[in-house]
């Protein structure tokens, strides 16, 4: 993948999980990165750090506001649009919230970035957008029947995005995420994956609790193979404007396996305590990537378990936690 040089980016939500592993790999690579971040959920910690980079310009600021959008977005080649509410159980209780800054805040940039001209507007969307898939891997086609106003308004997203594909010509390439994990996630955040939480639970000797009963399946994807399919997003041709993919690895697994690959990779038995299904949760999901395999080349490359051992390592270092047994 090969990303024309002195191209600039803006990456939105850069102070956040995905953004920030996007603003590293692209700063890494020599390209000028723009963050733009309200700080609401994001870590002060990874602003300073990528700060450090000559190429690295942060941004406060919020894409509600219709003028900060427009500053972040001048003389910038590629959105990378992450910012964005992302709790379910949140999202049930302030839904007015969530379609101010969701939908909103991404017509604003959307808006921007249309009158600067960029050439490509990649977006994250979510898997939430299907409501309960079933156990057969879904496609993009599916009809989507979001189950709480989180998803509702990445349905709206996608909505806005592909009119200003056929409206206006604008390049947009929405990116449905399934269950993204990887290093530098909290897992103290309302909108993090179970797998940190299971790994920060089981190395500070805790038992981590299990929403559900644990017989939910998903499609986990690691970091790394995320940002490959935003940078190949970026990439990809005018055939592309319009479309909405699922990133994800293809493969599913249960919750309670999840866990107890969690426990056997840490070498850590603690017997999880059992909680009611959360309100909005989904019961499946598992995507067909074979849209993104032939549209844009992507192929993910880090198995569930590699990914897992990766991730714990980071927190090991991090929290330096040393607990076995």
């Known amino acids: ?10 990456v939105t939500g850069g102070a956040g999980f995905i953004g920030s592993g996007l603003a590293w790999y692209l700063s890494r690579k020599g390209h000028e990165v723009v963050l733009l971040d309200d700080m609401s959920n994001g870590s002060p910690d990874t602003v300073r750090e990528l700060s450090e980079s000559e190429n690295v310009t942060f941004i406060h600021g919020d894409i509600r506001d219709p003028e900060a959008c427009r500053d972040a977005v001048e003389g910038v080649d590629y959105v990378l649009h992450h910012a964005a509410r992302g709790s379910v159980p949140q999202s049930m209780d302030e839904p007015l919230l969530y379609d101010e800054v969701n939908v909103r805040g991404t017509l604003n940039l959307l808006d921007a970035a249309r009158d600067e001209g960029v050439r ?24 989507l029947q979001p189950l709480s106003p989180y998803a509702a308004t990445k349905k709206v997203n996608e909505l ?25 996630q909290n897992p103290h955040s309302a909108y993090s994956s179970v797998i940190p939480v299971f790994l920060k639970s089981l190395l500070s000797g805790r038992a981590p609790i299990v929403h559900g009963g644990g017989s939910q399946t998903r499609d986990f994807v690691y970091l790394d193979d995320v940002i490959q ?13 319009g479309q909405v993919f699922n990133i994800a690895s293809g493969q599913f697994v249960s919750i309670m396996q999840l866990y ?13 305590e059992y909680s009611g299904a959360r309100a909005g949760d989904i019961t499946h999901s598992r995507a067909d990537i074979s849209r993104a395999e032939r549209m844009l080349g992507f192929s993910p490359q880090t198995r569930l378990t590699e990914g897992i051992e990766r991730t714990m390592a980071w927190y090991r270092q991090t929290f330096k936690v040393t607990t076995t047994g």
């Open 1 to 10: 993948m090969i990303i024309p040089e002195n191209a600039r980016f803006l």
């Open 120 to 143: 490509k507007f990649v977006y994250a969307s979510s898997s939430a957008v299907y409501g309960d898939g079933g156990r057969k891997p879904v496609h993009e086609n599916k009809p």
């Open 160 to 184: 806005y995005a592909r009119q200003y594909s056929n409206l206006y010509g604008m390049e947009t390439v929405g990116l449905r995420y399934f269950n993204v994990f990887g290093p530098r």
């Open 229 to 241: 399919a935003n940078i190949r997003a970026c990439l990809s041709g005018p055939e592309t404007a």
């Open 260 to 272: 107890r690959t969690v426990e056997r990779l840490a070498g850590i038995r603690i017997q999880p």
